[in-house]
């Protein structure tokens, strides 16, 4: 990936769903213009969900996700539907395929996605294949329903045509994603990014959040500077004014804070994310919950990535051995990583949650909404660490 390419989690997610050999595969080829998903006459063929990043015209940068069929069955398809259920939690917009007039699992999917306020288009696929067209099992899913599906085969181009406008149309209200520095800095702020290069920090990369928040500073008109931690106070010793933001990473509030200029406002990566894709002010009361728990609590760490723990690891070893520190050695915390994520967090104080630049907005969304359904508090890296340190109340909010 370049740096001229939208990442995978600022992208419109669109999934494809359906039973078995209900034509998905074909469908999201003839969507794409290309030969994403494997096309076979024997149902299970997709097993892992697909994902197809590409540019749609009217919309922009989407992915497409080609998803296995939630009728599947045994073992490993118990283990596909699984991965269909998650896929559905990440999806901006549905694109649900009725194939038979047993359609009792395809209503129950469609009562999902109207319970999460997901866009969902009805579809009659492999029309080509029906005697009628499709027109009988249109009327009678429009019956059960409530809502008209569209007719589309992969070869129907004016059907696949349809399809296109009705996403363009299905577009969620919140679409545009915030900013990510919203209104703590704006055109000819100067603006200091403080980042550590620790082992943590990819060789001659820097990391997303990093990349993502100098490329809207840049857009914004701003004047952005870097300096590595060590470097801070010789930066600002060169400066004739003080900057009017410092943005560092989380970790390095204790050694950024004390050198802080009285007048500039001071925030991390994570605390911007945990605006740009989840509830800030879900995640702020989280952090608030967090003053008040003991060493019996039990802590729920998650992290987006997947990547092979490191030396001095922040979710799996700093913020741990933080939390240690500050409630109890006794404190019990587990680590899940990447979409792994406990359907019951009942048995859980809090929930802490990395900045997420690995996943969509619609995602986290997800995620918080399960805690609120189950009352379990939750927070963010940035906010967990800056309350810990006794700072939350001295660290800067995306939105104001």
Same mark, same amino acid.
């Given at each position: 990936?370049?740096?001229?390419?939208?990442?995978?989690?600022?992208?419109?997610?669109? #999934?494809?769903?359906?039973?078995?050999?209900?034509?998905?595969?074909?469908?999201?080829?003839?969507?794409?213009?290309?030969?994403?998903?494997?096309?076979?006459?024997?149902?299970?063929?997709?097993?892992?969900?697909?994902?197809?990043?590409?540019?749609?015209?009217?919309?922009?940068?989407?992915?497409?996700?080609?998803?296995?069929?939630?009728?599947?069955?045994?073992?490993?398809?118990?283990?596909?539907?699984?991965?269909? =259920?998650?896929?559905?939690? =990440?999806?901006?917009?549905?694109?649900?395929?009725?194939?038979?007039?047993?359609?009792?699992?395809?209503? @129950?999917?469609?009562?999902?996605?109207?319970?999460?306020?997901?866009?969902?288009?009805?579809?009659?696929?492999?029309?080509? =294949?029906?005697?009628?067209? #499709?027109?009988?099992?249109?009327?009678?899913?429009?019956?059960?329903?409530?809502?008209?599906?569209?007719?589309?085969?992969? #070869?129907?181009?004016?059907?696949?045509?349809?399809?296109?406008? =009705?996403?363009?149309?299905?577009?969620?209200?919140?679409?545009?994603?915030?900013?990510?520095?919203?209104?703590?800095?704006?055109?000819?702020?100067?603006?200091?990014?403080?980042?550590?290069?620790?082992?943590?920090?990819?060789?001659?990369?820097?990391?997303?959040?990093?990349?993502?928040?100098?490329?809207?500073?840049?857009?914004?008109?701003?004047?952005?500077?870097?300096?590595?931690?060590?470097?801070?106070?010789?930066?600002?010793?060169?400066?004739?004014?003080?900057?009017?933001?410092?943005?560092?990473?989380?970790?390095?509030?204790?050694?950024?804070?004390?050198?802080?200029?009285?007048?500039?406002?001071?925030?991390?990566?994570?605390?911007?994310?945990?605006?740009?894709?989840?509830?800030?002010?879900?995640?702020?009361?989280?952090?608030?919950?967090?003053?008040?728990?003991?060493?019996?609590?039990?802590?729920?760490?998650?992290?987006?990535?997947?990547?092979?723990?490191?030396?001095?690891?922040?979710?799996?070893?700093?913020?741990?051995?933080?939390?240690?520190?500050?409630?109890?050695?006794?404190?019990?915390?587990?680590?899940?990583?990447?979409?792994?994520?406990?359907?019951?967090?009942?048995?859980?104080?809090?929930?802490?949650?990395?900045?997420?630049?690995?996943?969509?907005?619609?995602?986290?969304?997800?995620?918080?909404?399960?805690?609120?359904?189950?009352?379990?508090?939750?927070?963010?890296?940035?906010?967990?660490?800056? @309350?810990?340190?006794?700072?939350?109340?001295?660290?800067?909010?995306?939105?104001?």
């Amino acid at each position: 990936m370049s740096l001229n390419d939208t990442t995978r989690g600022n992208r419109l997610h669109i #999934g494809l769903f359906g039973r078995r050999n209900a034509g998905k595969s074909s469908l999201i080829n003839a969507l794409t213009g290309q030969s994403v998903a494997t096309v076979s006459e024997v149902p299970g063929t997709t097993t892992d969900p697909v994902y197809k990043a590409m540019e749609l015209h009217g919309i922009g940068p989407v992915v497409f996700i080609d998803t296995a069929g939630f009728d599947d069955e045994g073992t490993l398809g118990k283990l596909r539907v699984e991965k269909t =259920e998650r896929a559905a939690r =990440e999806t901006d917009i549905a694109l649900l395929l009725f194939s038979g007039l047993d359609m009792a699992e395809e209503l @129950a999917w469609l009562e999902v996605f109207r319970r999460q306020k997901t866009p969902v288009i009805l579809l009659i696929s492999r029309t080509d =294949e029906l005697p009628d067209g #499709g027109r009988d099992l249109q009327a009678a899913v429009e019956q059960a329903a409530g809502e008209k599906p569209l007719l589309v085969s992969a #070869g129907d181009r004016p059907g696949l045509d349809r399809v296109r406008q =009705e996403l363009i149309r299905a577009l969620p209200e919140d679409f545009e994603q915030p900013s990510i520095t919203g209104e703590l800095c704006q055109a000819g702020d100067l603006v200091l990014l403080v980042m550590p290069q620790d082992i943590q920090a990819p060789k001659g990369r820097l990391i997303l959040p990093q990349v993502q928040t100098l490329r809207e500073l840049l857009d914004k008109g701003c004047q952005a500077l870097c300096c590595t931690t060590d470097r801070l106070a010789d930066t600002l010793a060169r400066l004739k004014e003080p900057p009017q933001l410092i943005i560092t990473d989380s970790q390095a509030f204790k050694a950024v804070y004390p050198l802080k200029p009285a007048r500039t406002k001071l925030t991390s990566f994570s605390v911007l994310f945990a605006a740009f894709k989840g509830d800030i002010a879900y995640f702020l009361t989280g952090a608030e919950v967090l003053l008040h728990l003991t060493a019996s609590a039990h802590i729920l760490i998650a992290e987006a990535c997947t990547h092979k723990p490191l030396q001095e690891d922040i979710g799996r070893v700093k913020l741990p051995r933080l939390l240690r520190k500050q409630l109890g050695a006794d404190l019990s915390v587990d680590i899940v990583s990447g979409k792994d994520f406990p359907a019951d967090l009942t048995g859980y104080d809090l929930v802490i949650h990395c900045g997420a630049c690995m996943f969509n907005r619609k995602y986290v969304l997800s995620r918080v909404q399960q805690c609120q359904e189950q009352q379990v508090p939750m927070t963010n890296y940035g906010l967990a660490i800056a @309350a810990l340190l006794g700072i939350l109340d001295k660290v800067s909010l995306p939105n104001g």
